[in-house]
């Protein structure tokens, strides 16, 4: 099954759970792409020992899932893109949409 992911909250616990659910997808052989919107693009930066989002992206990534974020929420925080939050745009978040047989929004 392909899953599509929005993650637009900035709650560190819920990013947490968002990635640990892709992780797990990833897990049961499904194709999952992860696409962070608004306030997601923040999640590395909330990163904490109790949610370690960083550690999941990076597991997410290194298990072969593929990670999206909208271009204009980034530079909108002054941040720049990275491999866990690359520049995307709205085009990538609609090609996730419409392949997608799921889309989970967090």
Request: proline share 1%.
């Amino acid at each position: 099954m392909k899953i599509g992911i929005i993650i637009s909250s900035n709650d560190v616990e819920t990013c947490w759970n968002a990635l640990r659910y892709a992780n797990f997808a990833l897990g049961h052989k499904d194709e999952v792409k992860v696409f962070f919107m608004g306030k997601g693009v923040e999640y590395q930066q909330l990163s904490t020992g109790k949610f370690n989002t960083i550690e999941q992206a990076d597991n997410f990534l290194k298990s072969g899932g593929k990670i999206y974020a909208c271009g204009m929420c980034i530079k909108g925080r002054g941040q720049e893109g990275s491999d866990m939050c690359p520049i995307s745009t709205m085009r990538d978040m609609y090609e996730i949409v419409k392949e997608s047989d799921k889309i989970v929004t967090f």
